[in-house]
């Protein structure tokens, strides 16, 4: 039952980057109604709200293990939902979508020295290799594999900004790991989201636009109750899980799955185009992918039966 359970969570990974590929596009339509902080703070205030009902409903609160690990959590909740929300709708404002996504296609290898670092994560060249070819992967994905496009990039004070919002998502990642040492995921996940929401709806105030939450398009809030459960809710809680179960480098690399779900789904969607070229791309993110979460898991458990002497009576 346990060998099961840890192998569902990189499966169950996989709805991480699905999930939040849909909310860059969903995102995308929200924001022409309403301001973003304004999405954000609705999103992240109705989604803590669930989470706080679920957590209660499940009395799952450990006040000793929460007052252990508040600072960790408050950080979380400044760095993950309120910090990286601010930087990256301010940010796109300033520069291009292209530049933001090649500078957040980092964040898997920033969470893995990161984690290396200070976690006490392994390092190997298995690891290494996944990275490299997954983020090569993304930036063929994101530039159509195109040199020119990568060539003809100009970086300005929004560059800053992502580089703001990409390090914000790095500290949120390695701070979920201490966290979740006593608390957890499920109430990491609703703490976080809540005292981050609250934080947005400050910063929401100075739009002036909460009363255009009840003239948005029927496909406005369809979009929005997406980005709500399965982007928020969901999401989040098998992120955390994910951290504290494989750690922060493996669930970190799930990350550069991101733009892949972006891409299709804005095929399927809303009739955006793709060519062979970001395909290819694609392909080598998976393929990074597997390399460091799947491929050594199952390269481990063929060893475990190997060398269980059932197997080997059996195989003589």
Same mark, same amino acid.
Request: aromatic share 12%.
């Given at each position: ?25 969903? *995102?995308?339509?929200?924001i022409? +109604? ?7 703070? @609705? ?5 803590g ?6 957590v209660?409903w499940?009395k ?11 600072r960790?959590?408050?950080?979380m909740?400044?760095? !993950? ?13 300033? =520069?291009?979508?292209?530049n933001?996504?090649?500078?957040v296609?980092t #964040?898997?290898?920033l969470? /893995?020295?990161? *984690?290396?670092?200070?976690?006490? +994560? ?26 020119? /496009?990568?060539v003809?990039?100009?970086? %300005?004070?929004?560059?800053?900004? @992502?580089?703001?919002?990409?390090l ?15 608390v957890?995921?499920?109430?990491t #996940?609703?703490? #976080?989201?809540?005292?981050? $929401?609250v934080?947005? @709806? ?6 002036h636009?909460? !009363?255009?939450l009840?003239?948005? $398009? ?9 980005m ?12 955390? $899980?994910g951290i ?11 990350? %550069?799955?991101?733009?892949? %779900? ?5 095929v399927?969607?809303y009739? $955006? =185009? ?11 993110v998976?393929a990074?992918?597997? @390399?460091? #979460?799947l ?7 063929q ?9 080997r009576?059996?195989t003589?």
């Amino acid at each position: 039952m346990k060998s099961d359970q840890s192998i569902a969570i990189y499966f169950l990974l996989l709805l991480v980057p699905l999930f939040w590929g849909g909310a860059f596009v969903a *995102a995308e339509h929200v924001i022409t +109604e309403i301001p973003p902080v304004t999405a954000a703070a @609705f999103r992240f205030g109705s989604a803590g709200m669930l989470l706080l009902l679920f957590v209660l409903w499940q009395k799952k609160l450990d006040f000793t293990a929460i007052r252990k690990q508040w600072r960790a959590l408050l950080l979380m909740a400044i760095t !993950g939902i309120f910090g990286y929300n601010v930087f990256f709708f301010i940010a796109l404002d300033i =520069t291009t979508a292209i530049n933001g996504s090649l500078i957040v296609a980092t #964040t898997p290898v920033l969470v /893995t020295l990161g *984690a290396v670092l200070f976690l006490g +994560e392994v390092w190997n060249k298995q690891l290494g290799f996944g990275l490299l070819l997954s983020l090569i992967g993304v930036i063929v994905v994101i530039s159509k594999g195109s040199l020119t /496009t990568l060539v003809s990039l100009e970086f %300005n004070l929004g560059d800053l900004l @992502f580089i703001g919002g990409l390090l914000s998502w790095v500290a949120h990642g390695l701070l979920g790991k201490a966290a979740m040492r006593d608390v957890s995921p499920v109430v990491t #996940t609703t703490l #976080t989201t809540l005292i981050g $929401s609250v934080l947005l @709806f400050i910063v929401s105030l100075f739009e002036h636009s909460w !009363g255009k939450l009840m003239v948005m $398009s029927s496909q406005a809030w369809g979009e929005m109750v997406f980005m709500i459960i399965c982007s928020s809710v969901i999401g989040f809680l098998l992120w955390n $899980s994910g951290i504290k179960r494989i750690g922060a480098s493996k669930s970190s690399i799930y990350m %550069n799955l991101v733009p892949i %779900n972006t891409a299709w789904i804005a095929v399927v969607l809303y009739d $955006s =185009t793709i060519t062979w070229t970001q395909i290819i791309g694609m392909a080598m993110v998976i393929a990074g992918v597997y @390399f460091v #979460t799947l491929h050594p898991y199952l390269k481990t458990k063929q060893r475990d039966k190997g060398s269980d002497p059932l197997s080997r009576t059996l195989t003589k």
